[in-house]
Antibody, heavy 122, light 110 residues
Framework: EVQLVESGGGLVQPGRSLRLSCAASGFTFDDYAMQWVRQAPGKGLEWVSGINWNSGSIGYADSVRGRFTISRDNAKNSLYLQMNSLRPDDTALYYC???????????????WGQGTTVTVSS | QSALTQPRSVSGSPGQSVTISCTGTSSDVGNYNYVSWYQQHPGKAPKLMIYDVTRRPSGVPDRFSGSKSGNTASLTISGLQAEDEADYYCCSYAGSYTYVFGTGTKVTVL
C-alpha cells in the first residue's frame, strides 16, 4: 500500500524552528518528486514547497522562501521540511504529497499523507 | 503567487450538473496545461480528481471532467451525487518549480 506518514509537528514559539518529516512506503521513493502543502485552520490549501527526484529542482512559495528548506533522503525514503523563523501565520496542518512523476514541472499530487499539525504561538 | 479565484460555493440537486471555475493569470493557468483539481471531505486529506486540465486518474468517476479556456479552468460534475459534497480546489503550475492553489469551492448537494 502506498503510504505517506508525516511527523514532527507541534507547538513552537514565534521565531523558533521545527523540522517536519514524511516517511514514504509502498512505492519507489526516488522515482517521484514530492511536495509540501499546508492548510491553516478553517482555510484553503496553500502550496509550500516541492523537490524533484534527485533534489536538483526545488521550488518555494513566496511566503516561506528564505525561511523553509525542503530536502529528501532517498536512502531513507524520507522527505523533510526545515522551518526556521516561524511565525503565527505558519500555523497549519502540513501535508506531504507524492507527485505523479520525477519532475516538478506541472505534475499533480496523487498521494497525500494525513498531515502533521504545526502551531506557532507564544 | 496570488491564489487562483474560485467561487466560494456552488450547489445542485442530485443528478444535476455543477461547474466550478478557477481563474488565474497568463503566468499560471493561461500559460500551462498543468491544472489539477482536488476534492477534500471534512477532516480528510485532499484527493486528486483531475490533472493536466482534462485527465482523470484511475478510479475517479467519469462524472468529473475538466476544461480550460484562456486564464480560466473549470471542473464539471455531472450527475451530482450525495458523496460529491465536499470542498474542491484547483491548482496550477506557475513556473520556476512553483504552484498555486485556488481559494476553494464548497459543493453542496441539495
Amino acid at each position: 500500500e502506498v503510504q505517506l506518514v508525516e511527523s514532527g509537528g507541534g507547538l513552537v514559539q514565534p521565531g523558533r524552528s521545527l523540522r517536519l518529516s514524511c516517511a514514504a512506503s509502498g512505492f519507489t521513493f526516488d522515482d517521484y518528486a514530492m511536495q509540501w502543502v499546508r492548510q491553516a485552520p478553517g482555510k484553503g490549501l496553500e502550496w509550500v514547497s516541492g523537490i524533484n527526484w534527485n533534489s536538483g529542482s526545488i521550488g518555494y512559495a513566496d511566503s516561506v522562501r528564505g525561511r523553509f528548506t525542503i530536502s529528501r533522503d532517498n536512502a531513507k525514503n524520507s522527505l523533510y521540511l526545515q522551518m526556521n523563523s516561524l511565525r503565527p501565520d505558519d500555523t497549519a496542518l502540513y501535508y506531504c504529497a507524492k507527485v505523479t512523476n520525477k519532475v516538478i514541472i506541472g505534475e499533480a499530487m496523487d498521494v497525500w499523507g494525513q498531515g502533521t499539525t504545526v502551531t506557532v504561538s507564544s | 503567487q496570488s491564489a487562483l479565484t474560485q467561487p466560494r460555493s456552488v450547489s445542485g440537486s442530485p443528478g444535476q450538473s455543477v461547474t466550478i471555475s478557477c481563474t488565474g493569470t497568463s503566468s499560471d493557468v493561461g500559460n500551462y496545461n498543468y491544472v489539477s483539481w482536488y476534492q477534500q471531505h471534512p477532516g480528510k486529506a485532499p484527493k486528486l480528481m483531475i490533472y493536466d486540465v482534462t485527465r482523470r486518474p484511475s478510479g475517479v468517476p467519469d462524472r468529473f471532467s475538466g476544461s480550460k479556456s484562456g486564464n480560466t479552468a473549470s471542473l464539471t460534475i455531472s450527475g451530482l451525487q450525495a458523496e460529491d459534497e465536499a470542498d474542491y480546489y484547483c491548482c496550477s503550475y506557475a513556473g520556476s518549480y512553483t504552484y498555486v492553489f485556488g481559494t476553494g469551492t464548497k459543493v453542496t448537494v441539495l
